[in-house]
Structures are given as structure tokens and as C-alpha cells.
């Protein structure tokens, strides 16, 4: 279902992304997705889930997940909601939902036993490295300092993406690895692969652009042509 390279578009809860908007940019992302042959998921606020998954046919995945099982946990999503609503995946441990180790594995097992994939984000190449050990489908890593700047990672800090790169290579090859964090432009997810990533995870640039489908368009060359350039 998902190919690489990978655009992962998540639209946290901006409020561009609600409702009938937050379809709008799932239905672009699908229709770019075709366009140019390139994996593009979304992950829409938790509440839209199966709205945005019965209007597109792209991977959709949950923003957060919680460790609990059924059960007594008031206000909790647990895996079997998301499940239920026919999510590809889900984020785990993004920097504006941190989580405990020990939770962050207990989720990546139990999603694994639903056959549901794993995006964990990590923030620095040692967590990178913990995060490795789990042995989740993806990770990402999104140095916090830069989510929102518009201050892409790929170019401000390529050391961290190809340290994270280098450390998921040694420690576990089979996971895959994208960078988030202020990716803007064509040529910063052009520069995350030249990096050894195999996408990108990105969230404001897409939801706030004047014209997010020819952004996400142009993306989708960079990411092509650096693929192929490999
Ligand atoms: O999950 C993506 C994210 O944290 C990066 O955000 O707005 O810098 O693309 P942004």
C-alpha cells in the first residue's frame, strides 16, 4: 500500500484542516499522488479519520494512538478505533505527543498484531537509535526546534537526518527512514533524499500554502527525480 520515496502530509489540527478543508487537501494529495506515481499519505485530525478515508483512496493514517486496551479509558483513541476506521497506520511519539518508552513499545506491538504500520518520530539521532531497536515499519526524525519554522531539517541540520540515516542502517535496515521539520520546498525533500531518507514528514508548508496542490506537486518531482538520481 505505501511505496517510497514517501510524502507524509500531516495536517495536525489546524484549523485549515478541518472539515470540508481538511478533505480538500486529502483529495489533492491523492489526486498528485496519481498524477506523478509518488506515495503520498495523510494524517487528517483524529476526529475526520473516516470521513477523509471514504473520500480518498491513499494511505490514511491516525496522528496518535494510545497504548491501552479496551477497556475503562475514558477519552483514550486506542488501536482498535483507528482500526476500525480504516486507518493504514498510525504516528507514534510525534514531538507534540510525546510518549513513555515503555508505551511507545507496547503501541508499535500492538499495531503490528493489527497489522496496522508504524511512523515513530524521534527527535535526536539517540532516540533515533532506541527507536530503531523497536523495530517500527518508519521512522522520522523531526529535530523539534525546527517543526513550524519553515526552516527546512534537510538543510539546516543535514548532519542530524544523515546521522539518524546512518544509525537505522547499522541498527536495523529493514526500518525506513524520512525527516521532518520545516520542509518547504521541492528542493528541501530533494535534499532529504540526497541525505539517505526515503521521504519526508511535513505539516504547515502543505496546510497553510496559498496553493497546496501545486506545492505538493512540485514535492512530488523533486522527490522523484532525487529517487531516481540515487
Ligand atoms: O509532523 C510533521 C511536523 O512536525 C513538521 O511540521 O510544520 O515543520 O512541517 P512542519
Same mark, same amino acid.
Given at each position: 500500500?505505501?511505496? +517510497? ?5 500531516? +495536517? ?8 470540508? @478543508?481538511?478533505i =480538500?487537501?486529502a ?19 483524529? %476526529? ?12 490514511? +493514517?491516525?496522528?496518535h494512538? #494510545? ?6 479509558? %475514558? ?12 486507518? $493504514?497506520?498510525?504516528?507514534? @511519539?510525534h514531538?507534540?505527543k ?13 499495531? =503490528?498484531?493489527? @497489522? ?5 518520530? !524521534?527527535d !535526536?539521532?539517540? %532516540? %533515533?537509535?532506541?527507536g *530503531?531497536?523497536?523495530?517500527p ?5 523531526e529535530?523539534?526546534?525546527?517543526i ?8 539546516a541540520?543535514?548532519?542530524?537526518? $544523515?546521522? *539518524?540515516?546512518?544509525?537505522?542502517r547499522?541498527?536495523n535496515p ?11 520546498t521541492?528542493e528541501?525533500? $530533494?535534499? $532529504?533524499?540526497?541525505?539517505g !531518507? ?8 502543505y496546510?497553510?500554502?496559498? #496553493? ?17 538520481? =540515487?
Amino acid at each position: 500500500m505505501l511505496g +517510497f520515496p514517501l510524502i507524509v502530509l500531516n +495536517f495536525k489540527v489546524y484549523l485549515e484542516a478541518i472539515g470540508e @478543508n481538511g478533505i =480538500r487537501l486529502a483529495r489533492y494529495a491523492e489526486e498528485v499522488s496519481k498524477e506523478h506515481g509518488v506515495s503520498i499519505a495523510v494524517a487528517p485530525p483524529v %476526529t475526520m479519520l473516516s470521513k477523509v478515508i471514504h473520500a480518498v483512496g491513499i494511505p490514511v +493514517f491516525s496522528q496518535h494512538v #494510545d497504548p491501552s486496551p479496551p477497556g475503562s479509558w %475514558t477519552g483514550s483513541v486506542i488501536v482498535e478505533m483507528i482500526k476500525e476506521c480504516g486507518v $493504514a497506520g498510525s504516528l507514534v @511519539n510525534h514531538s507534540e505527543k510525546r510518549m513513555l518508552l515503555a508505551d511507545i513499545s507496547t503501541i508499535i506491538k500492538r499495531l =503490528r498484531e493489527s @497489522n496496522l504500520i508504524t511512523l515513530l518520530c !524521534t527527535d !535526536t539521532i539517540e %532516540t %533515533t537509535k532506541a527507536g *530503531a531497536a523497536l523495530s517500527p515499519d518508519i521512522i522520522a526524525i523531526e529535530p523539534p526546534e525546527l517543526i513550524g519554522t519553515g526552516i527546512s531539517v534537510s538543510k539546516a541540520k543535514p548532519e542530524i537526518v $544523515a546521522g *539518524a540515516v546512518d544509525v537505522v542502517r547499522k541498527i536495523n535496515p529493514s526500518v525506513h527512514i524520512l525527516c521532518g521539520a520545516g520542509i518547504s520546498t521541492g528542493e528541501d525533500v $530533494a535534499k $532529504a533524499i540526497e541525505l539517505g !531518507t526515503e521521504g519526508v514528514l511535513l505539516a504547515s508548508a502543505y496546510v497553510k500554502a496559498k #496553493d497546496p496542490r501545486r506545492l505538493l506537486s512540485d514535492m512530488a518531482q523533486a522527490a522523484l527525480k532525487a529517487w531516481e538520481a =540515487r
